[in-house]
């Protein structure tokens, strides 16, 4: 796609960052919660799923938002290790395409049990981990001649990468995934960025995480509440699509280039995603100042 074909894509998912001055007027009033996805979105996409670190300033200005606004992660890894790469304790996390949501580590109703351990507030996939360990046993043994695969336990997902598998062995691979997806009847498969995602095949995704927390910080019916949600990759569709049925809110997807998307807004990068969290703030901090 030449450059004016993203120029005409960009009138139908204008720039959030060009058109963040009327997107604020309209959030005037209503009461900011912000949602954002982890790869291709607070960090860059990289070749090596465990180096996807975020930078030191989208961590402060992430911090920032948090203190501004209730804020969430809601990603595809397991959410022990977003909060790994994360490392922040005043906001949500759900993990798992948003099967593992618990409330910030600061919250003053987190709910704890008699050792002061968090407790988890949603897991609606809890009695399918035992499956998700015999499907990561059968890819390791299925795999191991596929060079370059790589099996990450998402905890009540599985993604199978494989960003560096050549050409010649992606069938083979992608028989493999789909024939024991096939068999084991209960998941379903979705593909990221070089990544099947394996998930278990119930009502609930990003979209549902997205509501569920919206009801958690008692937005669920309120017409004063606009959510922002952004995101890069297939499973955050999810996410647009509920605030689209909301009627009310911003989606903004991250892409260099255009995509179907059900996304009102874009931004181009990682970069620019920084950019527009730091308007965000410097707006709040502006029109309420203490
Ligand atoms: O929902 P997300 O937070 O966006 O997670 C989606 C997948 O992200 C990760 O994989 C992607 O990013 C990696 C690091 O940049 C990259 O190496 C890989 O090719 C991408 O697919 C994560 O590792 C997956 O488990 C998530 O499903």
């Avoid at 005409?8 to 960052?17: D, Y």
């Avoid at 028989?175 to 609930?204: A, H, N, Q, T």
Wanted: proline share 5%.
């Amino acid at each position: 796609m030449n450059e004016n074909g993203y120029q005409s894509w960009l009138k139908k998912h204008p720039s959030a960052l060009e058109t963040f001055d009327e997107m604020i007027v309209r959030a005037k009033g209503k009461k900011i919660v912000v949602f954002l996805d982890y790869d291709g979105t607070l960090s860059n996409i990289v070749p090596n799923p465990d180096e996807a670190f975020m930078s030191k300033k989208m961590r402060r200005v992430v911090s920032e938002v948090a203190r501004c606004f209730p804020t969430a992660i809601i990603s595809g890894r397991s959410r022990d290790k977003v909060y790994g790469f994360v490392k922040l304790d005043d906001i949500y996390y759900a993990g798992s395409h948003g099967l593992d949501i618990a409330a910030p580590f600061q919250c003053q109703n987190r709910p704890v049990d008699k050792n002061g351990e968090e407790v988890v507030r949603f897991q609606p996939a809890q009695i399918y981990q035992p499956l998700i360990y015999k499907i990561l046993d059968v890819l390791k043994e299925e795999t191991n001649d596929i060079k370059g695969v790589m099996l990450e336990n998402n905890k009540f997902c599985v993604s199978v990468h494989f960003r560096h598998v050549s050409d010649k062995d992606f069938p083979v691979l992608e028989e493999v995934v789909k024939s024991l997806v096939d068999d084991l009847g209960e998941f379903r498969l979705s593909e990221g960025k070089k990544v099947f995602e394996i998930r278990p095949d119930i009502e609930w995704d990003k979209g549902h995480a997205l509501e569920y927390l919206l009801e958690t910080l008692g937005y669920g019916s309120s017409n004063d509440v606009l959510p922002i949600y952004i995101g890069d990759d297939r499973t955050d569709e999810d996410a647009f699509k509920a605030i689209k049925k909301r009627g009310k809110g911003y989606s903004i997807v991250v892409s260099t280039s255009p995509k179907d998307t059900m996304a009102s807004y874009s931004l181009r990068s990682p970069s620019d995603v920084k950019k527009f969290l730091s308007r965000l703030v410097t707006w709040k901090n502006n029109s309420d100042p203490s």
